[in-house]
């Protein structure tokens, strides 16, 4: 047996015996993601036990370091770890921006101290991170941003506004884009790390088409943020005036994710499960469906490649904006179509029948898949410059 | 498994990219034997080199003195092939035929492969009855008579048909026309009596007969594997042709793609360059992104079908209608974004519209597999 195997069958074994069989069954609402945190709080016992048991193997984060909080795991048996999971319907331990965003860009650009105090905060699930990024008047031209930090010697007094900051009011940490240089453009930047419980920060959330409110405005008004956090801990990712390198890296890994390039729901075939739920389909309706299909098995296909490439660095660069495109762009076909087979039942907004008018709610949510983290359009026009070299674009 | 060409197989793709550049050419090949009207509708001298190159047996048995490669391999043979648009039985012979041959008898293997390894000899395939391609109805029919068997019946689309020295024949020796079983598959040579070929040019310049067996005399040992047992073989030979066809689509989709990016980086209106107009920028950032998914769902295919995966199945026809539409999309914008020129016949984005096209039908189009897609998942 070659150590992978090896590998895969101690993974399965230790799954079968540690998670619980609750953490098996798909995700339902909002409740059953764990999010960590300093306020968090668990649904039931088994997401407790399931968390707590996997925080202690490293498995929240199972590719990161040991020292770090992670499990150390090579690319590959990370790949295993995921297929088991995914196999035995196994839901992640732990859900949050730190994971999917902070932490691949401390890896990346954080001092030993960071990673050393942040990252295992991350991997244990003890403080939870939003992203403050969009403006009200940048969205799309992010780099336009306004939120100013004015220098005071050991630390920055920020004022200004963010928007589409996800769960800011229930996050402990903002790792958030301030301008420190307002002569230059894209070297005016830099990456702070605050606190949210901090003098100065307001949360108001916005209220979606959905009824939801996952996104909210957040103010700074004089808020006061340390360069540093102690003996190499600075209070910002990389160097000063140099954070939008690490916005762009990082706009990378939300593509990614975004993209659902990980496999699971987002890129699954869905016209058996319509069809038991909606009884005989239109004609029409099983043909879109069957070429639906079609689109989300290949696309499920392009997320392994993309993700196997990524590993060995054959990934072209760009090649997240391309994945960010066309699954966001597939999810958005995969909920019309849901709606579509769903019927009237699809459109009940509030009723037990429908968890509180899930299809209907997921369906309006999908629509901002193609908008959040870089828009469709602006993804094309990344294809076309770095991928094709086209002129002027 | 990763989804890469590990090193052996980058190797090949490098190989296979500069020969088939060089003498696969449209020039040298497409273009060379249609303005000749060249009733084979392919080079044999390429077909020669194919076997030097060791393509013509890649897919057999290293016993019985091919190469024992994989589907992917294959389908890297054919990307290229599908970029160069060259005219090639490699398809039919090398990937269809070898895959049915693969199930003969040792006598059977023993009369076929040799020929087909040193690139001597040409096969083809005669499935599809009827100008689409339905493979669960067979009603060609082949009755016993004495020691053998006695072959009727028409069939269609059969790719180099009259150019070929032995033609892999599904025909039906007991049950219904749309019986699952029941099914044999006979290797029928080209002086066979009775056997009639009515052979035509497609839209791509390549040759196709409708073949009419006119009870054709064969001996029990042109049968490949099981009487009435070739339904399964047929199934491998189509998984195989699918994703076989499915990559060389990969080729057209990419060929057509590049040249149409490398186009927009030239032409110039209204004082700019065409590619400097978002108009045409997003829909060459969409179709990059069509062209490779397709590209990963073929590999995944391929994978499958050569690690025997009951999924492989699925993911051909997944594969086949993927890079259909893909490769559809691409010559189509490319004719629409070269403008007057892409109508001409003298430049090739033409010629990558009009193999697309034949390409597309052969084992089944975009809405034959979607369909396949449909029913396999259960709806």
């Known amino acids: 047996m070659s150590d992978l195997e090896a590998f895969r069958a101690e993974t399965r074994e230790w799954l079968e015996a540690n998670c619980p069989p609750e953490m098996r069954k798909p995700v339902r609402d909002e409740a059953d993601v764990y999010w960590g945190g300093r306020n968090a709080t668990f649904k039931n016992d088994a997401q407790k036990a399931w968390f707590e048991v996997c925080r202690d193997k490293g498995y929240t984060v199972p590719e990161w370091p040991t020292e770090y909080g992670g499990a150390g795991l090579s690319p590959a048996e990370g790949k295993i770890l995921r297929q088991e999971m995914s196999r035995m319907g196994a839901r992640p331990p732990l859900s949050s921006f730190g994971i999917w965003m902070l932490g691949p860009a401390l890896l990346h650009f954080g001092t030993e101290g960071q990673k050393q105090r942040f990252l295992n905060e991350i991997a244990r699930g003890e403080i939870r991170w939003c992203q403050g990024y969009s403006e009200p008047g940048s969205g799309s031209d992010l780099v336009s941003m306004q939120t100013f930090g004015e220098d005071k010697g050991d630390h920055w007094v920020v004022n200004g506004q963010k928007i589409w900051t996800s769960y800011a009011d229930e996050a402990d940490w903002i790792f958030c884009l301030v301008r420190t240089d307002k002569q230059n453009k894209y070297q005016g930047i830099t990456f702070m790390l605050f606190d949210m419980a901090g003098e100065g920060v307001s949360t108001k959330p916005i209220k979606l088409i959905s009824g939801n409110s996952p996104f909210c405005e957040t103010f700074f008004d004089d808020v006061k943020v340390p360069k540093s956090y102690g003996d190499d801990i600075p209070g910002y990712v990389g160097e000063i005036n140099r954070g939008w390198d690490v916005a762009k890296y990082l706009l990378g890994h939300e593509r990614e994710m975004i993209s659902g390039a990980g496999g699971g729901d987002r890129t699954a075939a869905i016209g058996a499960a319509l069809k038991r739920n909606a009884g005989e389909l239109d004609a029409v309706l099983r043909a879109e469906l069957a070429m639906f299909d079609v689109d989300a098995l290949a696309y499920s296909a392009m997320g392994e490649k993309f993700l196997d490439e990524l590993k060995v660095g054959k990934a072209h660069p760009a090649q997240p904006n391309m994945m960010k495109y066309a699954g966001t762009e597939l999810n958005k076909r995969r909920h019309e179509l849901m709606m579509a087979a769903g019927g009237s039942l699809a459109l009940e907004w509030e009723s037990d029948e429908t968890s509180g008018g899930k299809p209907a709610r997921n369906w309006l949510r999908t629509k901002a898949n193609s908008i959040e983290g870089g828009t469709s359009e602006v993804m094309l026009n990344v294809i076309s410059k770095r991928i094709l070299d086209l002129p002027g674009a | ?379």
């Open chain 2, 1 to 379: 498994m990763p989804l890469y060409y590990d090193d052996d197989q980058a190797m090949l793709a490098e190989t296979a990219q500069q020969f088939m550049a060089e003498e696969g050419a449209i020039a040298k090949q497409l273009r060379h034997w249609r303005d000749r009207d060249c009733k084979d509708g392919f080079g044999h001298g390429l077909w020669k080199q194919f076997a030097e190159m060791g393509f013509t047996g890649m897919l057999v048995d290293e016993d019985d003195g091919g190469l024992g490669m994989g589907h992917v391999e294959a389908g890297i043979v054919l990307e290229n092939i599908g970029r160069n648009l060259t005219p090639s039985p490699f398809l039919s012979s090398s990937v269809l035929a070898a895959t049915a041959l693969k199930h003969g008898s040792d006598d059977v293997r023993g009369r076929w492969l040799p020929g087909l390894i040193e690139g001597e000899k040409v096969y083809s395939v005669a499935i599809d009855e009827g100008a689409k391609h339905r493979p669960e109805t067979i009603a060609c029919k082949a009755e016993k008579s004495g020691n053998g068997f006695k072959l009727s019946g028409k069939k269609d689309y059969v790719v180099y048909g009259a150019s070929s020295e032995m033609i892999v024949v599904a025909a039906r020796t007991s049950g219904g026309d749309s019986d699952a079983d029941g099914i044999t598959l006979f290797a029928v040579p080209q002086d066979a009596s009775g056997m009639s070929h009515d052979s035509v040019r497609l839209v791509d310049s390549s040759m196709a007969s409708h073949v009419t067996f006119d009870g054709v005399e064969l001996d029990g040992d042109a049968v490949i594997g099981e009487v009435d047992g070739g339904r399964e073989v047929l199934n491998k030979m189509l998984m195989a042709g699918r994703v076989g066809a499915a990559a060389e689509g990969c080729g057209v989709a990419s060929g057509a793609m590049d040249m149409t990016v490398d186009y927009l980086k030239q032409r110039k209106q209204f004082g700019k360059l065409i590619g400097e107009f978002q108009a045409l920028q997003h829909r060459a950032a969409h179709l990059y992104s069509e062209v490779e998914i397709a590209r990963a769902v073929t590999i995944k295919a391929a994978q499958l079908l050569d690690g025997g995966s009951e999924k492989a199945d699925l993911m051909a026809s997944v594969a086949k209608a993927k890079v259909a539409k893909a490769a559809g999309l691409a010559v189509k914008e490319g004719v629409q974004m070269h403008g007057g020129i892409g109508m001409t016949d003298e430049y090739d984005i033409g010629l990558y519209m009009k193999r697309d096209r034949a390409l597309q039908e052969f084992l089944g189009d975009m809405y034959y597999h979607a369909g396949r897609v449909a029913e396999m998942s259960g709806y």
